[in-house]
């Protein structure tokens, strides 16, 4: 039986030998050296001299710099304070983060006035205070420069050359009364395009709107699925999914863990059925079918692959086999059989505690997935039309009608609001045609997007942060919208618009009130915006299933046409999603779950299409960022794209996320990054289509840089990094970890006669210098999707910098926190996925610190409460201990990404090299507003890395001395912790045998293990090995595998190393017997 | 020419005294200090040396009652209710200052040796060690300035006497006929080169040191403030507690100025400033105090003819120079020291109820931070009734102090001087 193998890049897989030689090369570029070459030192481009007289200099300035008189600094108090607020202390408003239909309870952290963290509210009985990385990322966008500042109508259209001119309306009055005027003398109708409004006060807005028609337009739309819901006696609505209550789970081709409809309630749910009791391991079994290697996808136990254009033909086939059939009808390909057999199998046998969902638009698919929920009982156990959701409501026709009402000058006036017609729209050169035979335009977007450049008139709007407002996510569910800032800029809240515009002269924040105080009294009310959430019992039964257009839908899906050629799926990123947050630096540097690549959009492609093209994955292919740019030609139109080679896709498939390429007004973030690709969705006349096929591909032999940041974190193949298994190898050996650990530590005994966790150091036994608190962290690799929530609190908290696309092509990217992935594959057959192991990888606050004994300054050293404390005032930069750290998780300020050098303009060195404009944008006075004061701003020339977000942990022990009592579990969290909408992170004082983590990793002692234990560096982070649920034997977990030469050993204990070895349920034996 | 020859003994005596009377000073200042930094912490909230204040000023403490005995002085400072009971002289304190003093229990005899030793050597007039007339118009005798002068006139001494010397033996040299290489110039003489190089290197190494570390640092500092706020009269004559104006003290990790409605809490009714002393700048200008009080007014946009007409919400904020800075990368919580420290203000902001201008008294530098860190016992919770509870879980330390290993436990032993407690 073949061997897995667990990898990062192609060059460690197809071609291991020089691998590891350029691994042992620091630097993969050419250094600016000079050579001394036979000129001599004082001819060289820079002699002696010059070195003297630019170190006098220095010396000079920085003499002068330090010894002027220093500046003398004013404080402001307030004039009139108000009372509840006390400068310094963090204040917490019960909040809601709406976009593009992710509707998710928050609290803003205001600190001092200005809101700069986001965190989940945990009284929300479905998300439990789970966030994702666009909503963490939200707050930035407050701050964004590129926000429209006041209300502006255009005095100049645009041409070829020249962007579309504005001219600010000194007051709203005035904008009122010119758009009024315009109103009345355009006639026609008016009509209000919005994405989906889940607001009921905004919704009883524009039901009293005389005369108002109101359209709602997705970008990602769910028409299908509303269509099909319809068709199936339910309405035109969408259910609630209930994936905690789903034993057997089939996905075709839903994303719902990253972007699919409501991610966070979803990945909370899937993380009941993944995490695992020891004393009886079971867990969830998910399969998933889908034609890209999406990060759901990565996820799945069992995974596999068709083409998009069978997506349809899957959802029969698993009907029919569901339905008692034993062959596939339409499916050919074995493989693909024998999944949905045993998908077929594994649902049917779980009658009431199975779900089916599948990501298609098209109605008829839906139909017939309707009809496998139907016929496995999911309806009334794991899906829940009780409470129906409010959000992605948009139909595809009724944009369709409008757009050929505007087209026939029927529309006298459109108002638009949170869509981007203009840029997602799949024919945008055909909506802003008809955009201009409408008479009168306004946009309420808060930014210059696509959109708003072609209307008339921009009457911003507010972010969420200032406003007021609601929304209703599902029903009975309320979530409320306070303001936790005063509007930064002139903005108004488009409801406001709206009632003045209807003759009602009240504005948005006084009519909300309003409305509320009268269904819930005054007192209600407030009890409601403080708790951010109210929540009513289910309100209706919602309908019955009925199988009526169930023999029309199925005899459509099996006469829909055949795909060819390649086929072109288009996907939406877990960070960017659509695009409206595309202008979100924070978003941009958060790389991609699976192909790990910021800053870009690119084609991704199988591994045997690499092959057909002409690409060779090795080394070469990794290590440098040049990638192939191929250019791709569908449905009559062609583009030039990158092209990312990953396993696990299908392989006629190739995958294009959209949210790319925006205007150049939404700002340098998002301008000019990746390309548009909207334009390739198809209409079928019913609804819009992501997959296209008949896509033709050609190698140009041109190269483009993609800046992905795995690569360079790797660990010189020392791979006990990532532990996994099955489950039935678990079952049948659960204790291979703990086996490990005891080898450990009795080989050290039986060699040197002490304990392996006290005695294997020079220094005194780590235990000694700890105090009675010792803070530490257990991650679940069964609860972690890779979805990057974590990382980007970690930005926010810690005023972690951004570096922009040309500094990580350097690898010099500064997340403290990153999410790794390895690819589990045949040894063989690097295609052969059998599944994606998301490891977050962070300090591991060592107490036997390897970076901390090599620190000649004493910057880096360990804290009373185990924790690898790092003094950004004391390091010189020598970077030593980035070089010893094993885990490689320092990261080092190359330049001045913060603005916080003493001198200014200090980012302007030719020796730095240029940096994006990104970082001037994230040196802009406004944008700054979003650090956090109580977290140092580092500056060039220091390390920095994880602190376990010390200062949550001081400010948790202060409030517990103010409040004169013990320090509880769970007063202190860090960041990563909360974001985390799965639970997959637990931190806390581990002497204190009844917090969570210690319960933890005395409940789960059989998985729980320390990343590369056997170094000696005795970290403060466990990890609990990841389980796929596969009924399958893992040859090497535990299995008793006989040393052979072992690969690289990590210091003089060869012969311990060899023994411990052969219980290692890790890669590194693969690697053996390729030698 | 002087026509003398001093005898190397002589020398050698002179320098010896010299690095005798430096070690001795040395030493006295060590007790010194360490009672200085308790008497700030402790007593100086209520007591002065030289002046009474709420309680006696402190000046002579040994030549009154019985305190010349240490140990009795300890049992009225760790109990004063105690000790008071069958002693009329404190009895009598009690009378003529009208409150009982706060009992201080972990104070120890060395403290209170360390405290009186401060108490003496600032009675103690301070004289000019030295006989130059330099430093006299300075109220603190600055030793090092006068040890620089004297060692600069006795290394010219030295020098004129070692030229003297070789003249006259190239004089006796030349009178007995013995003839001699002509001798080098003392500005060649690579000797003479040597040493200045390396006495020039030593003192411009150590100038260099200290101004680098004196960088950023404003000890002393005390700038003019756009209205003459005096804190003797707030916090001293009138005995407004500190938490009333910098209430943010209290809850937060600043202390904060005041906003101008709190001011008008007092001074919507207090518009005249008439019975209290005299006030002076710095330059010894008279301040008018009702001015000052018109100038808050200004900002609050206070008419005190019409003082029902006041609208807090239109009152601008005042300007004030801020005097206390911290660089960035100091994480301060006064909230952490006020509260749960228990630590009085004065600890660190001096006498502040003696003070018209705010001066920055201590130097806020990391060696002050660390020292106080090191000496200042946390509120440990050493029965079940006293101390905060939550050091309850500092089990290795209760067991400690139970059998007697250790008596307290300073911030120091908590992880107090660690870099992540206020580098972060």
């Known amino acids: 039986m073949s061997q897995n193998k667990y990898w990062q890049s192609f060059g460690e897989v197809n071609d291991p030998e020089n691998f590891k030689k350029m691994a042992q090369d620091e630097f993969h570029e050419e250094l600016p050296f000079e050579s001394f070459d036979d000129k001599g030192l004082l001819d060289a481009k820079a002699p002696r001299r010059d070195f003297l007289k630019y170190l006098g200099f220095s010396t000079a300035a920085a003499a002068i710099a330090a010894g002027c008189k220093i500046p003398e600094r004013k404080v402001f108090p307030y004039g009139n304070k108000p009372e509840n607020m006390v400068p310094g202390v963090a204040k917490y408003y019960a909040t809601t983060y709406v976009q593009d239909g992710d509707v998710i309870p928050v609290l803003a952290k205001v600190r001092d006035g200005r809101p700069i963290k986001i965190e989940g509210n945990d009284l929300c009985s479905f998300t439990n205070g789970g966030t994702s990385a666009r909503c963490q990322a939200s707050v930035l966008d407050l701050y964004d420069m590129y926000r429209l500042r006041y209300p502006q109508h255009r005095v100049a259209a645009a041409t070829d050359t020249e962007p579309a001119k504005f001219e600010e309306f000194p007051t709203f009055e005035q904008a009122d009364k010119a758009i009024a005027e315009a109103m009345t003398a355009a006639g026609g109708t008016t009509v209000l395009l919005t994405s989906t409004i889940v607001s009921p006060t905004t919704k009883d807005i524009i039901s009293k709107y005389s005369g108002l028609k109101h359209v709602q337009y997705d970008a990602d739309s769910y028409s299908g699925m509303l269509l099909a819901n319809e068709a199936s006696g339910f309405g035109k609505k969408l259910p609630s999914y209930n994936f905690g209550a789903a034993k057997v789970i089939v996905s075709i081709g839903a994303d719902f863990l990253g972007t699919w409809l409501s991610p966070v309630e979803f990945a909370k749910g899937y993380s009941k059925g993944r995490k695992i009791d020891e004393k009886n391991p079971e867990m969830s079994k998910h399969y998933h079918f889908e034609g890209h290697l999406s990060m759901t996808g990565s996820n799945a136990d069992e995974r596999f692959t068709h083409r998009p254009s069978e997506t349809g033909a899957v959802a029969l086939d698993l009907l029919s086999m569901i339905n008692g059939t034993e062959e596939t009808q339409t499916i050919k390909d074995e493989k693909l059989e024998e999944g949905i057999r045993k998908a077929a199998a594994d649902l049917k046998a779980h009658q009431g505690q199975a779900l089916v969902v599948c990501g298609s638009n098209d109605k008829n698919i839906q139909i017939i997935v309707n009809a496998i929920n139907n016929a496995i009982g999911a309806y009334g156990t794991t899906i829940d039309w009780g409470k129906p959701v409010n959000y992605r409501q948009g139909i595809d026709s009724e944009i369709e009608e409008l757009v050929a009402q505007m087209e026939a000058g029927q529309v006298g006036t459109l108002m638009i609001a949170g869509a981007n017609p203009s840029y997602t729209y799949y024919n945008a050169a055909k909506f802003n045609a008809a955009l201009k035979k409408v008479k009168v335009t306004v946009s309420f977007n808060g930014k210059m997007d696509e959109t708003t450049e072609q209307c008339e008139y921009a009457i911003p709007t507010h972010h969420y942060l200032e406003s007021w407002g609601d929304a209703e996510p599902k029903a009975g569910v309320t979530s409320f919208i306070q303001p936790a800032i005063h509007p930064l800029f002139k903005t108004r809240a488009y409801q406001t618009s709206l009632l003045k515009w209807s003759g009602n002269d009240a504005d948005y924040d006084t009519y909300f009130r309003e409305y509320w105080t009268g269904k819930l009294g005054s007192d209600g009310f407030n009890a409601a915006l403080q708790n951010g959430i109210k929540e009513d019992e289910a309100t209706s039964g919602g309908g019955s299933y009925s199988g009526a257009g169930l023999a029309e839908a199925v005899s459509a899906v099996a006469a829909a046409k055949k795909g060819s050629g390649t086929e072109v799926v288009l996907y939406q990123k877990v960070s960017i999603g659509t695009g409206a947050q595309a202008g979100n630096p924070w978003l941009q540097e958060l790389p991609d779950p699976v192909s790990k690549a910021t800053w870009d959009n690119y084609a991704l492609i199988s591994i045997p299409k690499a092959k057909e093209l002409g690409i060779k994955l090795n080394n070469d292919y990794e290590y440098y960022p040049q990638k192939p740019l191929v250019k791709i030609t569908v449905g009559g139109k062609d583009l030039i794209l990158p092209i990312l080679a990953i396993p696990g896709m299908q392989a006629d498939t190739i995958a294009i996320a959209v949210g790319y390429g925006r205007n150049d007004a939404s700002g340098v973030t998002a301008a000019g990054i990746g390309q548009n690709v909207y334009d390739l969705v198809q209409y079928n006349g019913t609804t819009v289509d992501f997959a296209v096929s008949g896509a033709t591909l050609e190698n140009t032999g041109d190269k483009y840089k993609i800046a992905q940041t795995q690569k360079h974190n790797s660990y010189e193949n020392r791979k006990e990094v990532v532990r996994e298994t099955t489950l039935k190898s678990f079952k049948a050996s659960p204790t291979v970890i703990p086996d490990f650990s005891n080898k450990l530590e009795e080989d050290f005994y039986n060699n040197s006669g002490g304990n392996f966790r006290g005695n294997a150091t020079l220094y005194p036994d780590p235990e000694t210098r700890m105090t009675e608190l010792r803070w530490g962290m257990s991650i679940d690799m069964n609860a972690c999707y890779g979805c990057g929530a974590c990382v980007v609190a970690c930005h926010a908290e810690n005023n972690v910098p951004v570096v922009g696309k040309r500094e990580v092509l350097r690898y010099h990217d500064m997340h403290w926190l990153r999410i790794d992935r390895y690819f589990i594959t045949d040894e063989n057959d690097a295609d052969n996925l059998k599944g994606v192991v998301f490891q977050p990888m962070l300090c591991q606050h060592c107490d036997n610190a390897p970076c901390e004994n090599v620190c000649p300054v004493a910057a880096t050293n360990h804290s009373s409460e185990g924790i690898n404390q790092m003094a950004y005032n004391r390091c010189i930069g020598t970077r030593y201990c980035a070089n010893n750290c094993p885990y490689k998780v320092r990261r080092f300020n190359w330049a001045d990404y913060t603005g916080a050098d003493s001198f200014p303009n200090n980012r302007d060195q030719q020796i730095v090299g240029k940096l994006d404009s990104v970082i001037e944008q994230m040196n802009d006075d406004v944008t700054r507003m979003v650090l956090n004061p109580d977290v140092t701003v580092r500056s060039r020339g220091v390390m920095e890395k994880c602190s376990f977000c010390v200062q949550k942990l001081q400010a948790a022990k202060l409030e517990a001395k103010k409040e004169n009592r013990m320090l509880q579990d769970g007063d202190a969290k860090t960041a990563c912790q909360m974001a985390c909408s799965a639970d997959a992170i637990v931190f806390g004082n581990v002497y204190d045998e009844a917090s969570a983590v210690a319960k933890t990793r005395e409940e789960n002692k059989n998985r729980t293990f320390h990343v590369l234990e056997q170094l000696h560096v005795l970290p403060n982070i466990t990890y609990m090995a990841k389980i796929r649920n596969v009924d399958e034997d893992d040859p090497h977990w535990g299995g008793g595998h006989e040393g052979g030469e072992h690969g690289n050993e990590e210091g003089g204990h060869e012969s311990e190393e060899h023994k411990a070895d052969s219980t290692l349920p890790s890669a590194t034996h693969v690697e053996e017997s390729e030698h | ?424």
């Not at chain 2, 003249?167 to 006796?172: D, E, F, R, V």
């Not at chain 2, 101004?211 to 404003?218: E, F, N, S, V």
């Not at chain 2, 000052?292 to 601008?316: C, H, M, V």
Request: proline share 4%; hydrophobic share 35%.
């Open chain 2, 1 to 424: 020419m002087i026509p003398c020859k001093p005898t190397g003994s002589k020398l050698k005596i002179i320098f010896l005294s010299f690095f005798v009377f430096s070690v001795f000073q040395v030493f006295a200042q060590g007790d010194v200090a360490a009672g200085k930094a308790i008497f700030n912490s402790k007593c100086a909230s209520c007591h002065q040396v030289l002046k009474d204040g709420t309680g006696p000023a402190l000046a002579g403490v040994e030549s009154r009652h019985n305190w010349s005995d240490h140990n009795e002085l300890l049992k009225w400072v760790n109990n004063p209710a105690a000790y008071m009971a069958n002693d009329s002289y404190t009895q009598g304190l009690k009378t003529k200052f009208g409150s009982m003093m706060t009992g201080f229990a972990d104070v120890t005899l060395t403290d209170i040796g360390n405290v009186v030793a401060y108490i003496n050597d600032a009675a103690t007039p301070k004289t000019p060690t030295g006989g130059s007339g330099g430093g006299e118009p300075q109220k603190t005798t600055n030793n090092a300035l006068i040890f620089g002068i004297i060692s600069l006139i006795l290394g010219i001494i030295a020098l004129i006497l070692m030229q003297v010397n070789s003249n006259l033996k190239k004089m006796s040299d030349d009178a007995e006929g013995i003839v001699r290489p002509e001798p080098v110039p003392f500005y060649r003489n690579k000797i003479y080169i040597a040493l200045l190089a390396i006495i020039f290197f030593i003192v411009g190494g150590y100038l260099v040191a200290k101004g680098a570390i004196g960088l950023g640092r404003q000890k002393d500092y005390q700038p003019e403030q756009p209205i003459f706020y005096s804190h003797k009269v707030h916090a001293g004559i009138n005995q407004i507690s500190c938490l009333y104006c910098h209430g943010g003290a209290w809850d937060s990790k600043h202390a904060a100025i005041p906003s101008v409605n709190v001011c008008m809490n007092c001074h919507k009714a207090i518009n005249e400033y008439t019975k209290g002393p005299k006030l002076y700048r710095e330059n010894g200008d008279e301040v008018d105090g009702t001015a000052e009080i018109a100038k808050l007014y200004k900002a609050a946009g206070f008419d005190p003819n019409n003082p029902n007409a006041w609208d807090p919400s239109k009152a601008q904020p005042i300007e004030w120079t801020k005097i206390h800075n911290l660089p960035d990368h100091v994480y301060f919580n006064h909230s952490q020291h006020i509260r749960a420290g228990k630590v009085q203000c004065q600890s660190c902001h001096g006498e502040i109820t003696a003070m018209d201008e705010v001066k920055q008294v201590a130097d806020l530098s990391m060696g002050w931070c660390i020292n106080c860190h090191r000496q200042t016992k946390v509120d440990f919770n050493y029965t079940d009734s006293t101390g905060n509870k939550f050091y309850s879980i500092y089990e290795r330390f209760h067991n400690d102090i139970k059998a007697g290993k250790m008596d307290s436990v300073t911030v120091e032993h908590i992880g107090g001087l660690e870099c992540q407690k206020c580098h972060y």
